[in-house]
């Protein structure tokens, strides 16, 4: 039985018996997931995604840049946090910390302790990344939110959440500067080596 076999399975009996399932239940159900694949519950929908050599490169170059500011354990990738609306458990591609911020009791950490968010498109659930997680980013008030699309080649920097939605944004070109000087994360990001799709 597959990963999705289990999971419409379990979306039947739910829709069957008609109760809610939990984002822990959900996230039980998907650990058997395959290696190398990105798995996120986005408004109670289940995304798998593989991770592409480019969108990793990204990944690390934006990673290795934040480390030269935050100390390791502030910076993560990947790591599930629970966003407000309906089951949203993002693992997002890179995730800045506040600066003594810890777990809950049952081992997470808190939207309310996300300072900066980082995506990387990929082509099959790019329109998460600009809609219902940046929506989700916004009312949780992560202050800022930055969004690299290979496809276009372009990044958009996204910040002062207000009233569920971000009121400002600015896009530039791989290969120019983004200054993150003014927001929380106070540095300037290089994306000369950002490899296009």
């Given at each position: 039985m597959t990963v999705a076999d289990v999971v419409e399975t379990d979306r039947i009996d739910m829709a069957e018996d008609n109760d809610e399932r939990t984002l822990d239940e959900m996230f039980r159900w998907l650990e058997s997931a395959p290696e190398g694949f990105k798995v996120e519950v986005v408004e109670g929908a289940v995304f798998m995604s593989p991770q592409r050599d480019n969108h990793w490169e990204i990944i690390a170059d934006i990673y290795e840049q934040l480390r030269t500011k935050y100390p390791r354990k502030r910076v993560k990738s990947d790591v599930r946090v629970d966003y407000p609306g309906h089951l949203n458990g993002f693992a997002s591609d890179v995730t800045v910390m506040a600066e003594g911020a810890n777990k809950t009791p049952e081992g997470r950490w808190r939207y309310q302790d996300v300072e900066f968010v980082a995506e990387v498109i990929s082509k099959g659930t790019g329109h998460n990344d600009y809609g219902p997680k940046k929506a989700a980013y916004a009312v949780a008030q992560v202050p800022v939110l930055l969004i690299a699309d290979p496809y276009q080649g372009k990044v958009h920097l996204y910040t002062d959440p207000k009233d569920g939605d971000y009121t400002t944004?600015?896009?530039?070109?791989?290969?120019?500067?983004?200054?993150?000087?003014?927001?929380?994360?106070?540095?300037?990001?290089?994306?000369?080596?950002?490899?296009?799709?």
């Open positions: 944004e600015t896009t530039v070109a791989f290969g120019t500067d983004v200054d993150l000087t003014h927001t929380p994360v106070g540095l300037t990001l290089t994306t000369s080596e950002f490899p296009r799709e």
